[in-house]
C-alpha cells in the first residue's frame, strides 16, 4: 500500500478526509467559543463582586 492510495482511500477519501477537516475545525471553534465565554463570565463576576453587588448564578 502506498501513500497515494492510503488518501484515496479506496475512491472515498475525498470524502473521509474533507469530513474530518470539517470535525477539527468545528472542534477548534467550539474549544475558541468556551474559552471567549469563560473569560467573558470571570470579568462580569469580578466587576459583579467589586460592586458589591448579589450574584445570582
Known amino acids: 500500500m502506498s501513500i497515494a492510495e492510503f488518501f484515496h482511500m479506496g475512491g472515498f477519501g475525498l470524502y473521509i478526509w474533507s469530513s474530518l477537516g470539517v470535525t477539527f475545525a468545528l472542534m477548534a471553534i467550539e474549544i475558541t467559543t468556551v474559552k471567549i465565554q ?8 469580578t466587576r459583579m463582586l467589586r460592586m458589591n453587588t448579589k450574584v445570582d448564578l
Open 38 to 45: 469563560h473569560g467573558t463570565i470571570l470579568k462580569r463576576l
